[in-house]
């Protein structure tokens, strides 16, 4: 591995990189300086334990998509070539095959997560009680592939959705109506959810608040359209969101 490392001034001077906290930032040039020469780290953990970084410094570079997470642990440093130009004669490829295959690269040449490439074995069904809410799925029949959300930038989100609009819940029409509902709000306050992993993870968050309550999982879901909050919570009856407002739930981010 070498001992030197690039980074590049549009991604390090950027105002959502400055924004984070410096501890976030620490991370993410130790992370940076510890990847291979494709810019993957196979020991995130113990880096951020070994320069005291918090879980949730880890949590916010993946929510800013600064590292991408692999099901297998590993992690690759979005913005890597960006950062580093590695002559060909010193040029070690990773040992992470299977990873990188899931990746595409951007015109820009930072990395993306490529859902055509992805292994079906990386979605999980999603479901509410006993009933079935869904199934997130690549190459199977329950969305169709045009449909998923690329990773790409937020102002052309638009452009890789389908026409034809997949349905999450079809055996609770309430239930659609409110999810479609909050997926719109998100869209409107220039937060989507841009992937199908993040769409499992709110449908799982729903899941989790609602334990199996369709009922409850509407009025959660309108709680959330009606404040424009970007996460989902718990039921407060009559009671102000301030415990949670203006804090990330990193299930569902």
Not at 21 to 43: C, E, I, K, R, W
Not at 89 to 108: A, F, I
Not at 233 to 251: C, M, Q, R, V, Y
Request: hydrophobic share 35%; aromatic share 8%; net charge positive.
């Amino acid at each position: 591995m070498a001992e030197r490392r690039m980074f590049a001034k549009k991604i390090t001077e950027s105002d959502a990189f400055l924004d984070m906290p410096s501890s976030t930032q620490m991370l993410y040039f130790h992370l940076s300086m510890n990847a291979d020469d494709d810019g993957f780290v196979n020991n995130p953990k113990k880096i951020q334990r070994m320069c005291g970084a918090s879980d949730d410094d880890f949590k916010l570079l993946l929510a800013k998509s600064f590292v991408l997470l692999f099901e297998s642990g590993v992690i690759v440093i979005k913005h890597w070539k960006m950062h580093n130009y590695i002559q060909a004669d010193r040029y070690r490829p990773t040992d992470y095959v299977e990873e990188k295959s899931m990746l595409g690269l951007k015109k820009n040449k930072a990395y993306t997560l490529d859902v055509n490439k992805m292994d079906t074995k990386c979605i999980q069904d999603v479901s509410v009680g006993k009933e079935s809410i869904g199934k997130v799925s690549i190459g199977k029949v329950s969305i169709d592939k045009n449909s998923i959300v690329k990773d790409i930038k937020e102002k052309d989100i638009d452009k890789s959705i389908s026409k034809k609009k997949t349905v999450y819940y079809p055996d609770d029409e309430m239930l659609e109506s409110a999810f479609q509902e909050y997926l719109t709000m998100r869209k409107k306050i220039k937060k989507p959810i841009c992937t199908d992993m993040a769409l499992h993870r709110a449908m799982n968050t729903i899941e989790r608040l609602s334990k199996g309550d369709n009922d409850l999982a509407v009025k959660i879901l309108n709680q959330s359209v009606d404040h424009c909050w970007q996460g989902l919570f718990a039921l407060k009856d009559n009671e102000p969101h301030s415990a949670n407002k203006g804090t990330i739930d990193w299930d569902n981010v």
